[in-house]
């Protein structure tokens, strides 16, 4: 017999969104919440038969794996920084946007940021636009493009071309290429284009003005805001005025990019503690556990901040983690414990090992 967990997990199941292509993209941005399952007892957990528990402890397992996007003050603060950029794109016939690159550490929420920022936008543009431009094309106020390892200039191409479901040519050159992108963006009206893990880009190999000025073509060709995600782009200089010498027209690029950090999470200040625990508050406010205390993973802060160093992927994977440890051994509870003892990930367990 079916119970109604299982209708639930039906619906609600773990869905893997392709970002990269418009089709993706648009279940992302257009995706319903999930509806929380009903909070439940110790007593109602154990009243129930085995197929029962197992769909209700597997649909809590996929409940307590998906958080909500909460606003991190990083979050605020990168938000921020694009909303000002965005607002000298608006100035009429300026046709050299500025452009955001958001630089940090694997594991800071980078992602996480310019998608919810893009989603955002998405959905304002519709809401006030509609779905078709003036010319009558699918509207697309986004590109999301995601790179892969040494990505070369042609390469970066298809990867825009693939998002707007182009097709390409074995034979088209970059300058083909360039313009069928050039196309796309314009007749669908994107306004951001957030290209992420730039840092695959070989800058190396790969001549750095290159891959700089091809950017900038794009940038002076496309009116829309180009979004560069990645790690360490500060250090290879990426857009940097230095990288160019003497080149003008690449220092007025550099000019016009406006660098983002994501930090982690430090608990040294007392703001800091504050935004920390706030943060495990939210979290916590959406796990789905029958005998869990509220307010407790703030009891733990200082632990937690131990294990993870403050990183928003480490702490999401580590309570992940000792959700499904304590669902499965039947405690229901998240206590020092567990909370120390589940494995994190290996950046996060070597940093803190030598601390
Ligand atoms: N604002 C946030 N709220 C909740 N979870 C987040 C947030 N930002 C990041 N995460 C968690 O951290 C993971 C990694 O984030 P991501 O944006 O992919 O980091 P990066 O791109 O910097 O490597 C996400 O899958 C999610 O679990
Ligand atoms: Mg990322």
């Known amino acids: ?193 957030i290209i992420d893990e730039v840092h695959f880009v070989n800058l190396r190999v790969r001549n750095g003005l290159d891959v700089s000025n091809h950017f900038k073509g794009l940038a002076n060709q496309i009116p829309a805001t180009f979004v560069f995600v990645g790690v360490g782009l500060t250090e290879k200089r990426f857009l940097d005025e230095g990288l160019v010498g003497e080149e003008r027209a690449m220092a007025q690029t550099s000019r016009r990019t406006t660098r983002c950090t994501v930090p982690a999470f430090s608990i040294t200040s007392d703001a800091g503690m504050r935004a920390w625990t706030l943060m495990l508050d939210r979290l916590e406010a959406h796990l789905h556990l029958a005998a869990h205390q509220p307010g407790n993973l703030a009891t733990h802060a200082r632990l937690l901040h131990e294990r993870t160093q403050g990183r928003i992927a480490s702490l999401t994977t580590l309570i992940d983690r000792a959700c499904y440890r304590t669902i499965r051994d039947g405690s229901e509870a998240l206590d020092a414990d567990i909370l120390q003892q589940v494995s994190v990930d290996h950046a996060a367990e070597q940093a803190r090992r030598s601390a």
């Open 1 to 193: 017999m079916t119970n109604s967990w299982a209708v639930w997990l039906r619906d609600w199941d773990t869905q893997p969104f392709q970002l990269a292509t418009k089709t993706g993209w648009d279940a992302f941005v257009n995706a319903p919440a999930r509806p929380r399952p009903p909070d439940l007892s110790l007593a109602e957990l154990r009243a129930m038969n085995d197929d029962e528990r197992a769909d209700c402890d597997e649909a809590r397992h996929v409940w307590n794996a998906n958080p909500p996007t909460i606003r991190t003050p990083q979050m605020e603060h990168a938000f921020e920084l694009m909303d000002q950029v965005l607002a000298s794109a608006r100035r009429d016939g300026d046709r050299l946007r500025g452009a955001v690159v958001i630089d940090a550490q694997p594991g800071q929420g980078k992602t996480t940021i310019a998608t919810g920022y893009a989603k955002r936008l998405h959905r304002q543009q519709y809401r006030r636009y509609g779905p078709r431009t003036t010319d009558g094309h699918q509207r697309l106020p986004v590109a999301y493009v995601p790179l892969t390892a040494d990505v070369t200039l042609k390469g970066l191409n298809r990867q825009i071309l693939r998002f707007y479901g182009h097709p390409t040519a074995q034979a088209a050159s970059t300058t083909d290429l360039t313009r069928a992108v050039v196309d796309c963006a314009t007749s669908c009206e994107t306004k951001l284009i």
